[in-house]
């Protein structure tokens, strides 16, 4: 039997997450030392529960060899100190709109290949995005922020389909507009950022970090000044919210044209972040894929989560404890959805899955406060 992409691709403190493909009718099966969780393929998304928090187990994929992406053994993540007090659920780059996914920028910088729904078959975002809704659904979450690009081209009908599509969430709902979004329109989707959402256990502030005109952001004086202002009003955790990434601080480069926040405002949101100790971590989208840079005074994350529209279908869930939080960045279940995650996999010359993916690090960590 021949087991195809398997990857250890989410962790908690109690649960790990192996997905992988295989001939349909092949058998998978999943240990977590002495925990057994079985599929039939084609198409496996393999979840382990009760497992010990802060515990390192033994992992097998019967059919799979150990690599890069699927270890030999699986350190469950420590659990934040405290009771839970909430959920949030995030999303980003869902693209309503969005016809075919491959591209990079200018027809110069293309390099295939480019994927679109087959004839007569729902469009990818409606089908992906659909599957993401209903499994934040099921985490019942007390909020749900979507972090930008919620259209392809900007326009109204595009934007009207997300809030049809979200809409279901109802006043747990926080969205703030990408790059995509002001291409029509730069006052589509602003919705009064920067705004602050209390959940129980923290706050969540959320920027907008959009420059209409440019793929690369900006962050402007004014936020900047609103977040030190809303992190010296109160001792409670505030966890940001924006869609361009950071400059890293200490990178050896910078660039003019950067593609995430511009390096001055960058410079100028890390410090805010490095002097105001109940400020717990910034999230963002962007760049399609799973990344963390820690800013160096108090190894606060800065978190990139992969898209929605295509591979890997990535939505995050944030567990609020008391004492700090965990992110876990999901992959996409729904079987139509998991298709086209994996047929899209291969974008950018066959390199997308793991420049997308990350390290199961950048994807899933306990930040204690």
């Known amino acids: 039997m021949a087991v195809g992409n398997a990857e250890l691709f989410s962790v908690g403190p109690d649960e790990i997450v192996v997905t992988a493909t295989s001939a349909p009718g092949d058998t998978v099966v999943v240990a977590v030392g002495p925990h057994e969780v079985t599929s039939t393929g084609p198409r496996h998304h393999l979840r382990v ?66 994927f679109a729904s087959p004839p007569g078959a729902p469009p990818y975002f409606e089908t992906m995005n659909a599957a993401v809704i209903a499994e934040m659904q099921a985490c019942a979450p007390d909020a749900v922020v979507v972090k930008g690009d919620l259209t392809d081209h900007g326009t109204d009908e595009e934007f009207a389909a997300f809030l049809a599509a979200y809409g279901g969430f109802g006043e747990r709902l926080a969205f703030v507009r990408g790059n995509h979004d002001a291409i029509t329109d730069p006052t589509l989707a602003i919705e009064g950022a920067p705004y602050a959402i209390d959940v129980a256990g923290c706050i969540l502030a959320v920027l907008d970090t959009v420059e209409p005109g440019r793929a690369g952001g900006r962050l402007t004086a004014d936020q900047v000044q609103w977040l030190d202002d809303l992190a010296a009003a109160t001792p409670d955790p505030i966890l940001v919210f924006g869609h361009h990434h950071v400059w890293p601080t200490d990178s050896p480069t910078r660039p003019d044209d950067y593609f995430g926040i511009r390096p001055a405002d960058s410079e100028a949101l890390v410090a805010v972040v490095a002097r105001r100790e109940n400020i717990a971590g910034y999230f963002a989208g962007h760049t399609h894929g799973n990344r963390v840079w820690c800013e160096p005074a108090r190894g606060v994350p800065f978190a990139e989560v992969g898209t929605t ?26 079987p139509a959805a998991f298709d086209w995650a994996e047929e899209t996999s291969v974008q950018y010359l066959g390199c997308y899955r793991e420049l997308a993916r990350g390290t199961l690090a950048e994807r899933c960590f306990t930040r204690v406060h």
Do not use: M, S
Not at 55 to 66: M, S
Not at 314 to 333: C, L, M, N, P, S
């Open 49 to 114: 529960t009760g497992l010990t928090p802060g515990t390192e187990y033994p992992l097998t994929v019967a059919g799979a060899a150990v690599h890069a992406a699927l270890p030999a053994t699986v350190t469950t993540l420590p659990l934040p100190p405290g009771r839970r007090l909430a959920t949030v659920t995030t999303a980003n780059d869902v693209h309503f709109g969005e016809r075919e996914c491959g591209h990079l920028g200018p027809p110069h910088e293309d390099i295939g290949p480019f």
């Open 309 to 334: 529209k295509d591979y890997p279908g990535a939505w995050a869930e944030y567990r609020i404890h008391e004492g700090g939080y965990t992110q876990i960045v999901r992959r996409v279940a729904a």
